[in-house]
């Protein structure tokens, strides 16, 4: 009922459920003559949330993205340097290694900063590339993009030497 006619989805359900199983294991407790009901509502699995597919990048896609931050400015290095590291390795920063800063600062980049920068550049590169423009290009997608096997050419971009 809740799917169908409410339309929440199945993580909602599940979340539901957990409540009722809650409520349900306390009862159990004081009440043992209804042990049979108890049981036949614990018995109700939750219902495994469905999962989006990560889209990954191309080749082509991936140089195009590399090719669209400006290399003449410290933010399009730095951009740049960071995509590449992601596409290339696909391992999250540790905490406390902060390699990208804030515009030159002592302070770290936050994680929406970072996904700010990629979809900026995503759009520049989407002029390049139109298939990039169909995807949400986020940190996640590039790490993904290394995972699918993505052979990555950042000599490629643009027929630019990398500065790197």
Do not use: Y
């Not at 290399?71 to 290694?97: E, F, H, I």
């Not at 590169?125 to 052979?151: E, N, Q």
Request: with cysteine.
């Amino acid at each position: 009922m809740l799917e169908d006619e409410r339309h929440n989805t199945g993580r909602t359900r599940s979340q539901r459920l957990a409540a009722i199983h809650s409520l349900f294991r306390h009862a159990a407790l004081g009440h043992p003559e209804h042990a049979a009901l108890i049981a036949r509502v614990l018995a109700i699995r939750p219902r495994k949330p469905s999962r989006k597919t990560v889209s990954w990048l191309t080749g082509d896609e991936a140089d195009a993205l590399l090719a669209a931050p400006d290399p003449g400015t410290w933010t399009g290095r730095r951009d740049r340097l960071l995509m590449l590291l992601m596409l290339t390795s696909g391992n999250p920063a540790r905490p406390g290694n902060f390699v990208f800063t804030a515009r030159g600062t002592a302070r770290k980049m936050s994680a929406d900063a970072v996904a700010e920068r990629i979809k900026i550049h995503a759009a520049a590169a989407s002029a390049a590339c139109p298939g990039i423009a169909a995807k949400t290009v986020s940190p996640h997608v590039l790490r993904h993009s290394f995972a699918m096997g993505l052979p990555v050419n950042p000599q490629a971009s643009a027929g630019r030497p990398s500065p790197f």
